[in-house]
């Protein structure tokens, strides 16, 4: 059981107190006696030369008069040479006492703080690192009762805490793996669905207008369906810090070529002009290209769903300082400031405004998101309602890293 | 005729994998799964199938460990391997002289003609 604070303290200056005290009371009796019986003396001295002086002036035994005076006043030169003594070493005892126990006092004090600062010192360094993530850190309980009541109680938060984490970083782990696993098995059931729809759609011509129609509606919800499942899988990949990227050295202008070709024929059904604008001589980029493709089809996916027929998406990419930045710009309806905010959450879609089918899984930004900054680049949008958005994506040149 | 051996556990897949492949003009041969793969291969005559289209998990033998026995038997001839999805691959991590490139599903056909085509090619 450690002492409390209170507890030595009350006991250190008891024990000054006392010795204080009594070294004062001690030492002033003492010379107030010594006083009395000065004063005794010296009007008893005095007596003896008053009776001398009688004598004295009767002439009775004139020498021996005189003598006895004399004497007398000796006597009490002597008496005051030593109650001045008295008095100096009465005012030195009391003062040493004074200093004594004023230094003891002081002395106390500095252990007191000392024996608290040490564990304090350690608890905020402690705080300090639990702050900063390190659950296992725990501080040495010891001094004082008080100092060993908060360490007790922080390494029992502590220990609280590391107990919730592990248990949330355990059912993270089971729902990424409950993802993966039924990302998995929906994938097989899912490739014969759309492999056999797909199978139907190449005999469209023995088929009636309203079977042909109806296969195409299985065909694109199957799709709908695998960019969901790809989607959930590459989010529960990044939530479970797995979502990895390979990078390489990357040609920008071929990368964002294919991107386009990727969306030409969705783009031109819709009647909308797709144009690419690509700066001559950009640098290399080190990226992981099929994840920046993805990026790029995700963005003009985006562009080409939200905005009406015959709306102009354009695609431009020019290089800034050591970054190459990419730019999706289009002339659609554009998104109010508390959408954009949003933008990049999952699940988030801007009002298609418009009455059109919009496709997407409502992933897809969070994900972009995600592989950017996995590439150490940045991803932000703009937007004016009635007047477009524009998503810019820039990414480290390959030199720069 | 170019001859492709394609291994699925799945009957469904097989089927569909089959219909389309002879509808491109492939003869097919099917296994269910590792083991049926390396029996076909130890079976057929040389120069045996001139594509392998193996699915990467499947029961008894995955069709990753059957194409590592055959590359340690000595046999060269260009596989596909099927998988889910990538998450797949990084447990075995096949190297990429045993393989020669991947499919995932569900299926892209024009991409896996493209492929079978492409290794398939008199040099």
Same mark, same amino acid.
């Given at each position: 059981?450690?002492?409390? $604070?209170?507890? +030595? $303290?009350?006991?250190? &200056?008891?024990?000054? &107190?006392?010795? $204080?005290?009594? $070294?004062?009371?001690?030492?002033?009796?003492? &010379?107030?006696?010594? @006083?009395? *019986? &000065?004063?005794?003396a010296t009007a008893r001295s005095y007596q003896v030369e008053i009776a001398a002086r009688n004598r004295l002036a009767n002439g009775a035994q004139p020498e021996a008069a005189r003598e006895a005076i004399l004497a007398q006043q000796r006597a009490r030169q002597?008496?005051?040479? *030593?109650? *001045?003594?008295?008095?100096?070493?009465t005012a030195l005892l009391v003062g040493a006492g004074l200093i004594a126990g004023l230094t003891g006092a002081a002395l106390l004090f500095s252990g007191l703080i000392a024996s608290m600062r040490r564990p304090l010192e350690e608890l905020v360094e402690a705080s300090g690192r639990l702050a900063g993530g390190d659950l296992e850190t725990r501080v040495k309980v010891g001094g004082l009762s008080e100092t060993a009541t908060l360490g007790n109680a922080f390494n029992e938060m502590a220990g609280e805490l590391q107990r919730r984490a592990g248990e949330r970083d355990q059912l993270e782990a089971m729902k990424d793996e409950f993802v993966l696993t039924a990302s998995h098995e929906l994938r097989s059931p899912l490739t014969s669905v759309q492999g056999f729809a797909e199978l139907l759609m190449l005999e469209r011509d023995k088929l009636t207008p309203q079977q042909a129609d109806t296969v195409e509606i299985i065909l694109d919800n199957t799709?709908?369906?695998? @960019?969901?499942?790809?989607?959930?899988?590459?989010?529960? +990949?990044?939530?479970?810090?797995?979502?990895t990227i390979k990078p390489a050295a990357t040609d920008v202008a071929a990368l964002v070529e294919d991107a386009v070709r990727t969306m030409r024929s969705q783009t031109e059904a819709a009647g909308q002009a797709l144009r690419q604008e690509i700066e001559p001589g950009l640098p290399q980029v080190s990226v992981d290209r099929d994840r920046i493709r993805q990026v790029l089809v995700n963005l003009l996916t985006n562009a080409h769903e939200y905005s009406p027929e015959g709306a102009s998406i354009e695609v431009k990419v020019v290089r800034r300082g050591t970054e190459v930045e990419m730019t999706v710009n289009d002339d659609g309806p554009g998104m109010a400031e508390d959408q954009l905010e949003h933008i990049f959450e999952r699940f988030t879609r801007g009002d298609a405004g418009l009455t059109q089918h919009v496709g997407g899984t409502g992933l897809g930004l969070a994900i972009s998101k995600s592989l950017v900054e996995l590439h150490g680049g940045t991803i932000e949008a703009a937007s004016t309602p009635g007047q477009g958005s524009t998503f810019r994506v820039q990414l480290p040149a390959a030199s720069a890293q | 005729m170019t001859r492709?051996? =394609?291994?699925?556990?799945s009957e469904t897949i097989l089927l569909l994998l089959r219909t389309r492949l002879e509808m491109e003009g492939y003869e097919v041969i099917t296994a269910a799964d590792g083991v049926e793969v390396l029996e076909v291969m130890h079976?057929?005559?040389?120069?045996?199938?001139? =594509?392998?289209?193996?699915?990467? /998990? /499947?029961?008894?033998?995955?069709?990753?460990?059957?194409?590592r026995q055959l590359r340690a038997e000595g046999v060269e001839t260009p596989a596909l =391997?099927?998988?889910?999805?990538?998450?797949? /691959?990084?447990?075995?991590?096949?190297?990429?002289?045993?393989?020669?490139?991947? =499919?995932?599903?569900?299926?892209?056909?024009?991409?896996?003609?493209?492929?079978?085509?492409?290794?398939?090619?008199p040099a």
């Open positions: 059981m450690s002492p409390s $604070l209170a507890n +030595r $303290l009350t006991i250190g &200056f008891a024990i000054a &107190f006392a010795v $204080l005290t009594g $070294l004062a009371v001690v030492g002033v009796a003492r &010379f107030l006696q010594q @006083r009395q *019986d &000065f004063e005794d002597g008496l005051r040479d *030593d109650i *001045d003594g008295e008095t100096r070493d799709r709908h369906l695998v @960019r969901l499942l790809n989607d959930l899988l590459d989010l529960a +990949r990044s939530d479970a810090g797995r979502l | 492709v051996l =394609i291994a699925d556990d079976r057929e005559p040389s120069p045996g199938p001139d =594509i392998l289209l193996l699915d990467a /998990m /499947m029961p008894r033998k995955s069709g990753i460990d059957a194409l =391997i099927v998988s889910a999805h990538q998450d797949e /691959m990084d447990a075995g991590a096949p190297t990429d002289n045993e393989v020669s490139g991947y =499919i995932t599903k569900p299926i892209d056909f024009d991409r896996l003609f493209a492929s079978i085509a492409a290794l398939t090619a």
